[in-house]
């Protein structure tokens, strides 16, 4: 089971950490992150099409946890930081974030993400391009296309997990994996 915390602790030397993240969430710490990725990618990676993929992935992940935290706001404010990292190796990147979630949500969470990981390209184009015509949004205003636009863009499937923390909350923890 991925857990992020861990993760960030016991980095490979293989690995390079080129964004790291630990705190809560807001629209403007959201879009320094952001300046802050772009600006590091633009300095390990000369494919455009590889920083394109791995930014717009990252602006998913944060935008998800940011929206995501909505529904914690109430909560304490240990359980309102996220983490976040981007980890460079020789064959790929990692967008790696971990998130407080209640539990009710987790069944519905993990259903989901194991459901799209299961998509083929085409079956996932078609059910994307189905949704964004659909027009459906949440109560948040969103449509749901998360998930499904993380696992297009990086051409694998998801890695997540689920710890405890007590009976109303959960730490949720992603990894995507862009291949480079």
Known sequence: MLDTLYKFKNLKESEELLLAYQGTITDSLTN????LAENKLAMVEYNSRIKKKVFNILVEVLQNIYHNQEEIKDS???????????????TSYEVISGNYIKQENIAH?????EEINQFTNDE?????RSKLDEGVFTDTGRAG??????VRKSGQPLEFGF????????YFSLLVNIKH
């Open 145 to 150: 296309l998360g998930i499904m636009d993380m």
């Open 163 to 170: 710890k405890t923390v007590n009976k109303d909350y959960a």
């Open 76 to 90: 304490a404010k240990n359980l309102q930081e996220i983490m976040v990292m981007v980890v460079k190796d020789s």
């Open 124 to 128: 996932l184009r078609s059910r994307y």
């Open 32 to 35: 320094n992150l952001l300046a």
């Open 109 to 113: 969470l993990k259903k989901r993400i």
